[in-house]
Nanobody, 124 residues
Framework: VQLQASGGGLVQAGGSLRLSCAAS????????VAWFRQAPGKEREFVAA????????YYTDSVKGRFTISRDNAKKTVTLQMNSLKPEDTATYYC??????????????????WGQGTLVTVSS
């Protein structure tokens, strides 16, 4: 499956952005999908994931209550709604698809298809 991430941009702290991950090729319905992010000078980290039938979802602690991941299998899209953004959310965000087991759901090695990344910048 090929993935295309979009929706990044510049926003003030407290604002919102909606990221989209569009799939082509194989149906997205057969994959779990996650968002990861990488801030300058830091390692890529897990943000959120949603399983094949929408179960979960799973979030890293720093975004719980602010971010919401959802999927529309018919439209082959997964979205990440980001509210109450903070400067520390600044990063390039990547969507990824795969068939992780529970222990790899929050790890890069659980996913074998990656989008190109979309930059989110939150100003203070």
């Amino acid at each position: 499956v090929q993935l295309q991430a979009s929706g990044g941009g510049l926003v003030q702290a407290g604002g919102s952005l909606r990221l989209s991950c569009a799939a082509s090729g194989d149906p997205l319905s057969g994959y779990s999908v996650a968002w990861f992010r990488q801030a300058p000078g830091k390692e890529r980290e897990f943000v959120a994931a949603i399983k094949v039938l929408g179960s979960g979802p799973y979030y890293t602690d720093s975004v719980k209550g602010r971010f919401t991941i959802s999927r529309d299998n018919a439209k082959k899209t997964v979205t990440l709604q980001m509210n109450s953004l903070k400067p520390e959310d600044t990063a390039t965000y990547y969507c990824a698809a795969g068939r992780p087991i529970l222990t790899t759901l929050r790890q890069e090695r659980g996913y074998n298809s990656w989008g190109q990344g979309t930059l989110v910048t939150v100003s203070s």
